[in-house]
């Protein structure tokens, strides 16, 4: 079960072989402008070919990830894809892909939410990351009044650093609760 922290008493007297805590942050769409540095582009991801290489940068970016062409390909299939939020960061000399940004929009609310934001470890802390953020922000900006971010409180990757950096706040958390 997801729980918010504030009702987390309420389970006290059980135990459970999982409790994780996630973070969720929301951005009120404050400009962020924040180019890639030199020698990157942005690039949509094409629904078409790319989902290979979409998984294998999720596999490169987290150790024992279980996550298929097939998982991906059913993302596209939920209400709230638009091929418009899925984003590569390029290399310009190498055709290489070192990032992936995907987020989605809800338009019933309106709200966007970033899912992935990741960069190749050996890309880490060039600014890429926040560049993508940035990106992913100016795309929901024009249709979304916030967007949120949720992650794992315990990552060692520490993602909640990189998006409060980029204007996003909050305290809320939830845990995840399981038998």
Known sequence: MLVHADGLPLFSH??????????????????????LPPGYRFESVNSEGDFAQ??????ACYQGIDISIKVVQTWTSHPVYDPNR????????????V???????????PEASLEWVQVMPNFQNRGIGTA??????????????????????????????????CGFSGTDVWWLLAD
């Open 54 to 59: 979409v998984v294998g940068l999720l596999r």
């Open 86 to 97: 899925w984003v590569w960061v390029v290399g310009q000399q190498t055709g290489e892909k």
């Open 14 to 35: 059980r135990k459970f072989l999982t409790r994780k805590a996630y973070f969720r942050l929301i951005h009120r769409h404050e400009p962020l402008d924040v180019p």
């Open 132 to 165: 993508l953020v940035g990106e992913l922000l100016h795309r929901a900006t024009q249709h979304a009044v916030f967007t949120t971010v949720s992650g794992e409180c315990d990552n060692r990757y520490q993602p909640e650093r990189l998006y409060r950096k």
């Open 99 to 109: 990032g992936l940004g995907i987020a989605e929009l809800d338009s019933r609310v």
